[in-house]
Structures are given as C-alpha cells and as structure tokens.
C-alpha cells in the first residue's frame, strides 16, 4: 500500500487546477488513471539525486520555475514547418505545437486501410476502446515519477494503431513544436500511444524541435506495444532549444518472435534524459536500443535505458555514441535483466563517449541483471578523447585542426547513425549530426 505524504507542490495545484477541465473528464477510467498519476506524483515528488535513479541528474531547477500550462498553439503561425522529411517528400504526419495537435498542419495522405492515425484528445472524448485498453498500462509510474505526472496530466498526444498484418510504407512522422514564451515558463505533457498489431509493420519518427527562447518543460509518455510477429522501427531527434527541458519516457512490450527498433539522437535542450523500458515479452523476440547525443555549451544529456528478458531466446542489441564538448555532461545508465525462465537471451550492450574539451564529463553505468543460467550477454563502456595521431595525420595534409576535430568526430558519431536500418530517416539523421558539428 503506498502512503501519500501531501507536500505542498506546485505541480500538484497545477494537476487540481486543469483536471476538470481536460478532455475524458466525466469518464471513470479516465479519472481513475488520472488519480492514479497524481497519487504516485504526489508520493514520489520530483526525483532527488539521492535516488540511484537520478544519481547524476539533478532537476532542483525545475522546483525553482514557476511553469504555466502551455496554450494551445492555435495562434502559431509558421513560414516553414519543420520536418525531418527530405524536400519534397510526403507522408502522413500529426503536428503538436505545445503538445497540443495541430489538425490543420497535419495530414493522413498515404495511411492504408487498417491504420488509424489520431489526436488523443478526440480518443479520450469519444471513449475510445483502444484507449481503455491500452493506455497506461505500460508506463512505470512507480519507477518513473515525470511518468507520472504526465499521467496525471493526461491530455492530449499521438494515437497510432496499425491493423493485423498491415504494412505501412511511408514514415509516419510525428512533429513536436515547442514555441517557448519568453514571458512566462510553459510546461506540457503529451501522451503517445503506438500499437502494432499481429504480423503488422511501421515506421514513426518523432521530431522535437524548439523554436522560441523561453524555458519550457516538454514532459512526454510513449507507451508501444509490438505484437506478435510485428515490427516497429521508433526513432527520435530531439533539437529543443537551450532553454528547454526535456523528460522522455519510452515503455515498450515486445511479442513472440516480433521486433522493436528504438533510436533516439539528442542535440538539444538545456537538460534532457530519455529512458527507454523495453520488455521482450514473447520468446524469440528482438530490440535495438540505440542512439546517440551531441552536446555542448552546459547541456546535460541523460539516457537511461531497461531491457527486460522475460522470456527465452531473445535478443537484445544496445550501442550508444556520445561527443561532449565544452562543459557538457552526459549520463548513459543501461541495465539488461534476464528473468528466470528466460534461457537462450542473447544481449549485448555499449556506450562509448568521446570528450572533446578539458572540462567535458560523462558518467556511465552499466548493469546486468541474470537469474537464468544459458545465456550470452555482455555490456561495456568506455569514454576517450580523439586520437591524437589521426589528428596528426589529418592536420599533416593541410586540414585545418577544426577540419580535422570536426572529421574525426562525424567518423565517431556515424558508428551510433549506422545502426538505423531505415535508410531515409539513417540520411534525415545524419544531416542532423552534421548541422550538429557544423555549429547549427
């Protein structure tokens, strides 16, 4: 039984304030799940770095901001929409802006039969069956406590379900606008929701780009489930502003013999942690957990990652791939755990840094957990900084030394790129990377 100690927070007046007022509000689930988020929040509070958790990231800023809900974005006006598409390329895609949808930027051009593509506000409304069945049943909220205040904040987000056996050919891109009022901090806490039926397969690409200077707090949930025999490539770039914080947690269930693909490529924001809970649920199922971040300045980058085999012959391949510059710090926690029962696993995890200045840090903590006595895992991490030879070697031939750094570290960073198999979002993210080093 969880006892609640009532703290006096202002995430909690802000929580009782909008709850009448969000969509689904006369419906009990929605309620009920909703209370639930408040109750763990009200618990949990924001984490301390005196949770193991959250040892090397420190949110005592976010209890000094008085943030304000987002509007809704429907005054935003944009002379170029960002996308992570190439000129002249199409797709369906949903457009938030301050985490609410934006219908009329948006399109569902190139969705099959069998495919719905939505707003959760309309889903939430509407008392969709898909909603109840699915939504919060995922996310870690007694691990996870941003996970639950987005839970109990729940409002709107993505909705994406793709019909037994159904492929999707086009990139279903999910565009997050934060605009960033520099009159007031703005927080908000979108929800997406991915399920992949049996034998079925997609692509979605989120896109999280800052475009004002304001402090913001973008707070997002993404619950996937990858049933059997499906396959979900999940990739992410995230280019908020410097003004920003970015929490992200990603809860993944993978089926019998299906395959979940994550990659998540940070540059922004001022402070970001991304956790990704995957669990190979079915036997003979398969995740690549994977990404990279670039940053600098006083960027703090988090990435902690779950990787649960709970059943036997699974597979689990994890590689992460930093550049830190300046006085920049980055945090990689990766934990594999095999259960009891989970024979034949087979995973592998790596994160390697590369520091590029003096005062650059990174801290890592790799982890396994086994309780099954046949399988095959291994973890590693390692931080250096470029080779001085190669640089030598470079710089010999007349290459200038930020030529030379800036060649070294693309080389560096593109081993993390390589592991996207899909490749026009491999292309779309490698330009990322390079506007990165260019100093966009």
């Not at 931080?383 to 030394?401: C, K, V, W």
Request: aromatic share 6%.
């Amino acid at each position: 039984m969880t006892t609640v100690t009532e703290t006096p927070s202002p995430y909690l007046a802000l929580i009782d304030r909008a709850k009448d007022g969000l969509p689904g509000a006369a419906l009990s689930w929605v309620r009920d799940l909703r209370a639930q988020g408040r109750e763990r929040f009200a618990a949990d509070g924001l984490p301390t770095v005196k949770k193991e958790a959250w040892k090397y990231t420190n949110l005592r800023a976010l209890e000094k901001i008085a943030f304000d809900p987002a509007g809704d974005g429907a005054a935003a006006h944009f002379d170029v929409l960002p996308t992570i598409r190439a000129a002249g390329e199409t797709g369906p895609r949903l457009v938030f802006v301050d985490g609410r949808l934006r219908a009329d930027l948006s399109s569902l051009d190139g969705l099959p039969a069998g495919v719905t593509l939505a707003g959760l506000a309309a889903g939430l409304s509407a008392d969709d069956d898909l909603l109840a069945d699915h939504l919060g049943k995922l996310a870690p909220l007694d691990q996870a406590p941003l996970a639950a205040l987005n839970t109990a904040f729940l409002a709107d987000g993505a909705v994406l379900r793709v019909g037994r056996g159904v492929t999707v050919e086009p990139v279903i891109e999910l565009v997050f606008v934060t605009l960033g009022d520099e009159a007031r901090p703005t927080a908000f806490n979108p929800r997406t929701l991915i399920v992949v039926e049996t034998n079925a397969k997609a692509t979605v690409v989120e896109h999280h780009v800052g475009l004002g200077t304001g402090t913001t707090l973008a707070n997002h949930v993404t619950e996937v489930f990858v049933a059997d025999g499906a396959t979900l490539g999940h990739y992410k770039a995230q280019r908020e502003a410097m003004g920003a914080y970015h929490i992200a947690t990603t809860a993944a269930r993978v089926g019998r013999d299906a395959s979940y693909v994550n990659f998540i490529l940070t540059t922004g924001a001022k402070l970001s942690r991304n956790e990704v809970w995957t669990e190979l649920a079915g036997t003979g199922a398969t995740c690549h957990v994977s990404g990279g971040y670039l940053v600098r300045g006083d960027q703090h980058c988090d990435t902690t990652t779950v990787i649960d085999h709970a059943a036997p012959h699974g597979t689990s391949r994890e590689v992460y791939k930093g550049a830190i510059d300046g006085r920049a710090r980055a945090v990689f926690q990766g934990k594999i755990i095999v259960r009891p029962g989970a024979q034949k696993t087979d995973g592998h995890q790596l994160n390697r840094a590369l520091l590029l200045s003096d005062a650059a840090e990174i801290d890592a903590k790799p982890e396994l957990e086994i309780y099954a006595d046949d399988v095959k895992c291994s973890h590693g991490a390692t931080a250096g900084e470029l080779d001085d030879t190669a640089l030598f070697y470079l710089r010999a031939r007349g290459i200038d030394r930020d030529t030379a750094r800036a060649l070294l570290t693309a080389a560096f960073v593109a081993e993390a790129i390589d592991e996207i198999p899909d490749e026009p979002v491999r292309t779309a993210f490698q330009t990322v990377v390079d506007g990165w080093l260019a100093g966009a």
